[in-house]
């Protein structure tokens, strides 16, 4: 999904110059861009807290 927000970025800024988009369809582009690599951080670092509470119930490294 991340690789795909970068995309239309990239997209939206070519559609901007050359005139096709409104700087604010950019923005919002962005915006969204931005909303994703956030959540993506906050999944991954919630996912590493659980693997970290589930390692200290069984008291082994769990996946290394």
Excluded: W
């Amino acid at each position: 999904v991340l690789p795909l927000t970068r995309q239309a970025v990239a997209s939206s800024r070519s559609a901007y110059l050359s005139g096709r988009i409104d700087y604010s369809t950019v923005l919002s582009t962005i915006n969204r861009r931005f909303q994703m690599e956030i959540s993506y951080a906050e999944a991954l670092a919630a996912h590493e807290s659980k693997l970290a509470e589930l390692e200290a119930l069984v008291g082994t490294e769990i996946g290394k």
